[in-house]
Nanobody, 115 residues
Framework: QVQLVESGGGLVQPGGSLRLSCAASGRIFSINAMGWYRQAPGNQRELVAVITSSSSTNYADFAKGRFAISRDNAKNTVYLQMNSLKPEDTAVYYC?????????WGQGTQVTVSS
């Protein structure tokens, strides 16, 4: 069994920054891609950014230039640095990991951007 635990969400003013973390633990032999998704009320879950085991990255258009995904393979952890946050970034952010070709999800962390 694999567990993903996110942290780092919270309330931030427009223009502010947050750094999300997601640590994977459990029966892990290899982690392929890791990523961040988000879901706002009334909306479908959408991709924010993904990073492969070789650190290739891909971003949603809204995240380009503002968000940065990174990972520490030694710690089985993925990060999402979010800058210049906007009210429309408000959502629950979920971590996802492909572990030995099975997809796992974290419980989500709330990000609220409001003045």
């Amino acid at each position: 069994q694999v567990q993903l635990v996110e942290s780092g969400g919270g309330l931030v003013q427009p223009g502010g920054s947050l750094r999300l973390s997601c640590a994977a633990s459990g029966r892990i032999f290899s982690i392929n891609a890791m990523g961040w998704y988000r879901q706002a009320p009334g909306n479908q879950r959408e991709l924010v950014a993904v990073i492969t085991s070789s650190s290739s990255t891909n971003y949603a258009d809204f995240a380009k230039g503002r968000f940065a995904i990174s990972r520490d393979n030694a710690k089985n952890t993925v990060y999402l640095q979010m800058n210049s946050l906007k009210p429309e970034d408000t959502a629950v952010y979920y971590c996802n990991a492909d572990v030995s070709r099975r997809a796992y999800w974290g419980q989500g962390t709330q990000v609220t951007v409001s003045s």
